[in-house]
């Protein structure tokens, strides 16, 4: 699943092609990919709306529109990417949305055009949700907080500080590696951020939140911004179909190298099941405790 770093790289990425252009019509090809509200609805009021703003919260794309936010995650598979010349929808698109080319920005159309589900090429440019195994998910909403708002902060933020951090850990009584996957704890974090982060600051991954000193939450607070940051500078990590030339797998220091060893001690890294989600951390730089 793309993590904070990805999504953050699409957002940069898609930020200075979409801001001021005007969506001109939807092909909704996987009826089940919208979350709300319904397709009917979506493609009446969808048209002729402008993209204000392009942003990332936590692992979710949040698109401003003129009057709605378009809000995507992208989930196990999802991908977007834009095509600026005539583009035959694939197998696995599940949205496209006709964009005004940018000689037309800002001016939409006098009438919103009739949106079809076929299989003709796209002549305008298009934006493309790809999602193979269709868990990604779609909301137009005029309250997106109803869709972000339970979410925890985001670890990048100047409101995230070290005191603030050792506060929530001590107050939760669960382990640290499934509290820093739960997105209501933490914005943005997945398995792999989470085992990088954990090794970075060498806290094992079953350690008890609230048995976590002062001084090793303020450890665990910068190895997190560190390894995000550094995720972000490679372009996220590409370990399989979904990432799209991200070189941050290049450094990885624990996820994925379980049976090789250790970058800081030599020691095997281990590979254990916390939580339904494979964990990778060194029994020598992270030893169990509390």
């Known amino acids: 699943m793309p993590e904070l770093?990805?999504?953050?790289?699409?957002?940069?990425?898609?930020?200075?092609?979409?801001?001021?252009?005007?969506i001109l019509s939807a092909d909704l090809r996987w009826p089940r990919t919208l979350a709300e509200p319904s397709p009917a609805?979506?493609?009446?009021?969808?048209?002729?709306?402008?993209?204000?703003?392009?942003?990332?919260r936590a692992k979710f794309l949040d698109f401003r529109l003129t009057t709605f936010d378009l809000i995507?995650?992208?989930?196990m598979s999802g991908d977007l990417h834009?095509?600026?010349?005539?583009?035959?929808?694939?197998?696995?698109?599940?949205?496209?949305?006709?964009?005004?080319?940018?000689?037309?920005?800002?001016?939409?159309p006098s009438s919103p055009p009739v949106t079809r589900h076929t299989s003709?090429?796209?002549?305008?440019?298009?934006?493309?949700?790809?999602?193979p195994r269709k868990f990604g998910r779609v909301w137009l909403t005029a309250q997106p907080e109803e869709v972000l708002g339970n979410l925890g902060p985001e670890p990048l933020e100047p409101s995230f500080t070290p005191q603030t951090f050792y506060e929530?850990?001590?107050?939760?009584?669960?382990?640290?590696?499934?509290?820093?996957?739960?997105?209501?704890?933490?914005?943005?974090?997945?398995?792999?951020?989470?085992d990088e982060a954990l090794h970075m600051a060498g806290l094992h991954p079953l350690r008890r939140?609230?048995?976590?000193?002062?001084?090793?939450?303020?450890?665990?607070?910068?190895?997190?911004?560190?390894?995000?940051?550094?995720?972000?500078?490679?372009?996220?990590?590409?370990i399989d179909w979904v990432?799209?030339?991200?070189?941050?797998?290049?450094?990885?220091?624990?996820?994925g190298r379980g049976g090789q060893p250790c970058p800081v001690c030599g020691t095997k890294i281990m590979r254990i099941v916390s939580g339904q989600r494979g964990t990778h951390f060194c029994p020598l730089c992270q030893p169990f405790e509390g």
């Open 209 to 238: 939140a609230d048995s976590v000193t002062a001084q090793q939450a303020e450890d665990l607070w910068r190895a997190v911004r560190a390894v995000l940051e550094e995720g972000i500078r490679a372009n996220g990590a590409s």
């Open 243 to 255: 990432y799209r030339g991200g070189g941050f797998q290049n450094q990885f220091r624990v996820y």
């Open 120 to 131: 003709h090429v796209t002549h305008h440019s298009s934006l493309v949700f790809t999602d």
């Open 5 to 22: 770093p990805e999504v953050e790289t699409i957002v940069r990425a898609l930020r200075p092609a979409l801001v001021g252009r005007t």
């Open 168 to 194: 929530r850990l001590h107050g939760r009584n669960r382990q640290l590696k499934p509290l820093l996957l739960d997105q209501t704890f933490i914005a943005g974090l997945g398995n792999i951020y989470t």
């Open 72 to 75: 995507i995650h992208l989930r």
């Open 41 to 56: 609805a979506f493609k009446k009021r969808i048209c002729g709306q402008c993209i204000e703003g392009v942003s990332r």
């Open 82 to 108: 834009l095509e600026e010349t005539a583009y035959t929808p694939q197998k696995h698109d599940r949205l496209l949305l006709s964009l005004a080319p940018t000689s037309s920005l800002h001016a939409p």
